[in-house]
Structures are given as structure tokens and as C-alpha cells.
């Protein structure tokens, strides 16, 4: 048996690793299209505090690692799937490969804004080692710096910015920070804790226009200023990476279409992370979950099915956990409500602190969390475990803050969710 996985980030090395823990004697290829060995995107930001070298972004760290297992490495790029004659089209000289089983793993590219200058020079995405080794030779201490973007990804890089001692100025179309995972309460919370630490923040705010000027580059806003800095980096969110499988007769919507079991719309392809559109866990629709835990969890999934398991997803949960400027924030399923349920929300603006809970009947569905993380494994397995709180529900409807409690007396303390 011949398995392809398409992607070298944590979904395709997981699924290598799965595979030849499997299948000892199957040939399997691992294709990427970068200069480097497999990587953690989600490293990046470290890269940039100078907490970690380039090697220390390394999914894995022996340089013979992959040659060990008899995992085969191509670096090339795919530009066309043939689903008829099982076979990739690849850029360079690697022409085309066949297979019997493919796995799809490219992962996410980010999304470019129709800027006018957003293709000048010192106009970067923060993505790739590449991108990385750009802005660190212009991100100076002193050094001007606008972020367009304060989603969770910019977030993370903001972070990385700041402590660079860059005058940052962040700018976010939405109306409050991390608009797709945080309430506006906890949003605004969190833009807060950000101005207080010396990082200006535009919200409601987009960028017009990016031109070249006497001192660097001027950022045109639609709130009337126009900004002068060094570099400007975009953060405006990401997509699936599927261009390339336009014309390849798979079902396609956002991202690649899976099942339960992680397989396309054909029989013997797969596929897993953030190039996937799979089935949300709390409401039964199509989402991409682009978080690197939903990915990880995908991989072994399609790796076992391929390698001849019949095993289903649960659903992917939305989880996210994100730590801006040493102010920690999580929210979890159903955050922004569901149709017909009821809310609890506890706010504390002084102190940073903030917790909201979301339910449909007795059943808590999602939450939001600022300033703790001390109920963030109680939640998630509350949510996931899909636990009927019954009379501790008019519990924490009064006390949210006893979320543990009622985990416990409902017996769900040794429940598998929390590992």
C-alpha cells in the first residue's frame, strides 16, 4: 500500500507517524512545500521573542527522524489531483506521483485584503519561517509597526511584537478584539488590557490605502488618520488551502468536504486540519476548525481509517484559548448563544474578570472566559460531555463560579474529555 500525505505541518506528521505505527511495511511520502523540515506555525511567535531558534519551530527534533521511520520527504508543491489516474501533479521536477491512499493536509494560506500597497515592500504576513525572518530584520526596538487584524492569530502575534519593544498600533475591522471568539464584553475587555500596555488599538477601524512615503510607509485608516510607520503587518485571517483541487472533481465548499471517518467525497482520499470543512460537535453544521489540537485529532483519525480502522469523529469543538499580554481568555462550543437557550454572565471590568455560560435547556452549550483558567477543563468537558445539569443548572444560573461543583456531583470527574 502506497499513502501520500499531501501537507508537512502537525496534521500530515501525525498522520505519517500514525500510519507507520500501523502499517510497518507500507511505503509512505510525505510531501511539503518549504524550505525547512516540518514546522509548528503556532512556534512562530516564540521565534520572533527570541525565546526559541528556527530549529526549536521543528515538529520533530532528530534531523534523521523521518529517514528512521521510512517516511519518504518531497519537497515540491501540488498543483493538480487527478482523481482518475490517483496521481498528484507537482510543481518542480517531482512531476506526478500516484497513490493508493491520499491524505489531504495543506493546511491554510493567508487571506490577502484588496488594499491598494498591500504589495509593497515592509507589507508582510506573519505565516511561514520565511515570513519570520522578514519582519525580524524590521522590527526593531523603537521601530514603527501597524497590525492589521486582532483575531486570535493576531493576537498571538501582537504579543510577539510588543516584546520586541516595537510603537505597535493594531488596527481591527470588527468592533471589539478577537470578534470571533469573544463576546463584545470580553472583547472590549481584552482591548483594554491591551491599551494599558502600550499598544494603541483601532477598532471599528479598516486600512484604506498603503503607499510609500519620505520615512517609510503611510497606512491610510477610514477613521480619517493616516499613519506613519516601518512596517505593517497582516493579520486578517486565513482559508483553506485548496486552490490547487478546484478542478479536481472533489466536493468543495470553504475547505475540502470529510465525513465522520475524515474521508473526501472520493473513497480513497482523506483529508485533515485546516484544509478540512468537517461536521461542528455542537451544532451538527459544516465549520472549519482551525485550531492545531482539531487538526492533530483529525490526522490520527484519517491515518487509522487509511490504514484499514473504521473510526468516527465525535465532531469538531470550537476551542480557544488565548493568552494576550499575560491576560488569559477562552471560549468554548456555542460562546455567542444558541437559538432558544438562556445565558448567565458574571463581569468584573476592574479586575479583568469575566464568565459567561451558555445553555439550551439544562445542557451547557458554551462559554466565555476572561481573567481564569482555572474552569476552562471543567467547561470544555461539561460541553462536550453534553451533561443534562438538571437541577444545577438554577445552580449555576445564580453562581457560575461553581462549575466545578456541579461537575462533580454530576459524576463527570473522571470523564475522558479532560485528557
Request: hydrophobic share 40%; charged share 20%.
Amino acid at each position: 500500500m502506497k499513502h501520500v500525505i499531501l501537507g508537512n505541518g502537525p496534521a500530515g506528521v501525525i498522520a505519517a507517524e500514525t500510519l507507520r505505527k500501523r502499517s510497518p511495511y507500507d511505503e509512505i511520502i510525505m510531501i511539503g512545500c518549504e524550505d525547512a523540515p516540518p514546522y509548528s506555525r503556532m512556534a512562530i511567535p516564540y521565534l520572533l521573542m527570541g525565546n526559541i531558534q528556527e530549529n526549536g519551530t521543528f515538529l520533530r527534533k532528530e534531523l534523521d527522524y523521518f529517514e528512521k521511520l521510512k517516511i519518504q520527504q518531497v519537497h515540491d508543491k501540488a498543483v493538480a489531483l487527478d482523481l482518475t489516474a490517483k496521481e498528484l501533479t507537482l510543481e518542480g521536477k517531482g512531476g506526478q506521483i500516484a497513490y493508493d491512499k491520499l491524505l489531504i493536509a495543506t493546511g491554510s494560506i493567508p487571506m490577502r485584503p484588496p488594499i491598494p500597497g498591500i504589495e509593497l515592500p515592509g507589507v508582510h504576513p506573519c505565516w511561514t519561517l520565511e515570513d519570520a525572518r522578514s519582519i525580524a530584520e524590521l522590527a526593531k526596538a523603537g521601530s514603527r509597526v501597524l497590525q492589521m487584524g486582532a483575531g486570535f492569530i493576531g493576537c498571538i502575534i501582537l504579543e510577539a511584537l510588543a516584546s520586541r519593544q516595537v510603537e505597535l498600533t493594531v488596527v481591527e475591522m470588527g468592533d471589539r478584539m478577537v470578534p470571533r471568539m469573544m463576546t463584545s464584553v470580553a472583547g472590549g475587555m481584552i482591548k483594554q488590557w491591551v491599551q494599558n500596555q502600550g499598544v494603541q488599538v483601532y477598532t471599528d477601524t479598516r486600512v484604506e490605502e498603503i503607499s510609500q512615503s519620505p520615512s517609510g510607509l503611510a497606512v491610510k485608516l477610514s477613521n480619517g488618520q493616516t499613519i506613519e510607520v516601518d512596517l505593517v503587518i497582516s493579520a486578517t485571517g486565513v482559508k483553506p488551502n485548496i486552490e490547487y483541487l478546484q478542478s479536481s472533481g472533489l466536493d468543495l465548499g470553504i475547505g475540502v468536504l470529510v465525513n465522520d471517518f475524515m474521508q473526501t467525497s472520493h473513497p480513497d482520499v482523506y483529508a485533515a486540519g485546516d484544509v478540512t470543512e468537517s461536521i461542528d460537535f455542537s451544532t451538527g453544521n459544516r465549520i472549519v476548525n482551525a485550531i492545531q489540537p482539531n487538526a492533530a485529532e483529525q490526522a490520527r483519525i484519517a491515518a487509522m481509517n487509511m490504514s484499514g480502522g473504521q473510526v468516527k469523529s465525535l465532531g469538531g469543538l470550537q476551542i480557544n484559548v488565548l493568552d494576550t499580554l499575560g491576560l488569559i481568555s477562552s471560549s468554548f462550543g456555542l460562546w455567542s448563544g444558541a437559538k432558544d437557550g438562556d445565558y448567565v454572565e458574571v463581569v468584573d471590568l476592574d479586575h479583568y474578570k469575566y464568565l459567561r455560560l451558555e445553555f439550551l435547556g439544562d445542557i451547557l452549550v458554551g462559554a466565555t472566559c476572561v481573567g481564569s483558567t482555572e474552569h476552562i477543563g471543567v467547561l470544555r468537558g461539561l460541553i462536550q460531555g453534553k451533561v443534562a445539569l438538571g437541577e444545577w443548572k438554577k445552580v449555576l444560573m445564580e453562581e457560575p463560579i461553581k462549575a466545578m461543583e456541579a461537575y462533580l456531583a454530576k459524576g463527570q470527574a473522571q470523564s475522558t474529555w479532560m485528557n
